[in-house]
């Protein structure tokens, strides 16, 4: 083997270990969500939840996944090549400033989830008295979800640390641990409420299955990646010893990318009030509406060749272009990137191809059951519209 293909074939081993874990992890999450639009459907009931539930990871996304995921790799591998330590020092201070961080901004928020609220959901859940019970309830799930934004950061920064340490697959299998804790909370809450007709509110306990089961499948995925994070060697210490050590540094690159995150998240919260605006109108004139829930079911399903291929080759690519930089080897960066990115197009363009032709028929053989029966229409248009995006 040539000098000049050992890295590809570096990125296509650890890229492959990653996919299968991914698959894996999509695989179930298409089983959970499936059930999930069983037991609580496709409208009201459903966008009162899955809004509440996605909140986190947005938020998350706007406070640190910048940082987190494109300057995080670059930095620990550096520190890990040029520290006396191994660059363990380093990783410890950021471990320390991001839980830090992250939890008062999570304490923050769960206090002021009703105001969070009005900002991202159609007004009418907070004028509209027809609207009182799923107000209620968006409300309490808020801050049953929230504390997720946490558990979803410190997972990334553990993740980031063992992907540095090219331990690649443990973040990509450890998403499965959520889907199953979701998928028997799930399964439980079908049981138990099999008869209660959709429609209103929830009840306090079906507030907390829902809601707290959502945030301990989370909270296990992090806790998944603490032996392994072990097994390479590294012991997370907590260190408050901040000024000095290049973390000033590390931020000033994430600020970068600061700008392309808030106008992402923006996007993404017009969205989520247009599309709650749509279940409240049907929901208050009795004529269905669709709305986030549709949306997100939808993007869930075209997001398969990224997160199984795009995303693995990502991450099994960025550490290793990371170390080529570092020693100069700017042509073999270059060559890598553009491996990859053929890679990717070989598998996205038929895959958007096929949404279009296999859309509908899709989005009724994995949703139209129990509370959902009958309402896939909106979803399958919706896979057939993503197609053109997955190209761009």
């Known amino acids: 083997?040539?000098?000049?293909?050992?890295?590809?074939?570096?990125?296509?081993?650890?890229?492959?270990?990653?996919?299968?874990?991914?698959?894996?992890?999509?695989?179930?999450?298409?089983?959970?969500?499936?059930?999930?639009a069983a037991a609580i459907g496709l409208a009201l009931q459903g966008e009162v939840f899955n809004v509440a539930n996605t909140i986190p990871n947005s938020l998350y996304i706007l406070v640190a996944g910048g940082v987190f995921n494109t300057v995080l790799v670059p930095q620990l591998v550096r520190a890990i090549k040029n520290d006396v330590d191994g660059g363990d020092a380093y990783a410890n201070r950021i471990v320390t400033l991001g839980a830090v961080v992250l939890a008062g901004v999570t304490a923050i928020l769960v206090l002021a989830a009703p105001l969070l609220l009005r900002l991202m959901v159609d007004g009418s859940f907070f004028t509209d008295p027809a609207l009182e019970q799923e107000r209620e309830s968006l409300i309490d799930f808020a801050r049953w979800c929230l504390p997720q934004i946490f558990f979803y950061g410190m997972f990334v920064l553990v993740g980031q640390i063992l992907n540095a340490r090219g331990r690649f697959g443990p973040m990509m299998w450890a998403p499965i641990v959520n889907n199953l804790i979701s998928i028997a909370m799930i399964a439980t809450y079908l049981v138990l409420y099999a008869d209660v007709p959709a429609g209103g509110g929830y009840t306090t306990s079906q507030e907390v299955l829902l809601g707290l089961g959502s945030t301990v499948?989370?909270?296990?995925?992090?806790?998944?990646?603490?032996?392994?994070?072990?097994?390479?060697?590294?012991?997370?210490?907590?260190?408050?010893?901040?000024?000095?050590?290049?973390?000033?540094?590390?931020?000033?690159?994430?600020?970068?990318?600061?700008?392309?995150?808030?106008?992402?998240?923006?996007?993404?919260?017009?969205?989520?009030?247009?599309?709650?605006?749509?279940?409240?109108?049907?929901?208050?004139?009795?004529?269905?509406?669709?709305?986030?829930?549709?949306?997100?079911?939808?993007?869930?399903?075209?997001?398969?060749?990224?997160?199984?291929?795009?995303?693995?080759?990502?991450?099994?690519?960025?550490?290793l272009i990371s170390r080529l930089a570092a020693d100069g080897r700017l042509a073999d960066v270059s060559s890598e990137m553009n491996n990859t990115l053929r890679l990717v197009l070989a598998v996205i363009v038929p895959f958007a191809v096929s949404l279009v032709v296999l859309g509908p028929a899709l989005a009724t053989i994995m949703f139209s059951w129990g509370q959902a029966r009958g309402d896939t229409g909106a979803l399958g248009n919706t896979l057939i519209a993503f197609a053109p995006g997955l190209l761009m």
């Open 217 to 319: 499948g989370i909270a296990a995925q992090l806790l998944v990646l603490l032996p392994y994070l072990k097994a390479s060697g590294f012991k997370i210490s907590p260190r408050f010893d901040f000024r000095g050590t290049g973390l000033g540094h590390t931020l000033r690159l994430g600020m970068w990318t600061v700008g392309f995150v808030i106008v992402n998240q923006l996007a993404f919260y017009v969205m989520v009030r247009l599309a709650t605006s749509g279940v409240a109108e049907g929901a208050t004139t009795g004529g269905g509406g669709s709305g986030y829930t549709v949306y997100a079911n939808a993007f869930l399903l075209t997001q398969v060749p990224h997160s199984i291929v795009t995303v693995s080759l990502a991450t099994a690519t960025i550490p």
């Open 1 to 36: 083997m040539s000098e000049e293909s050992k890295p590809s074939s570096h990125v296509l081993a650890a890229s492959g270990t990653m996919a299968v874990g991914t698959l894996f992890s999509r695989l179930t999450g298409f089983l959970r969500a499936s059930m999930l």
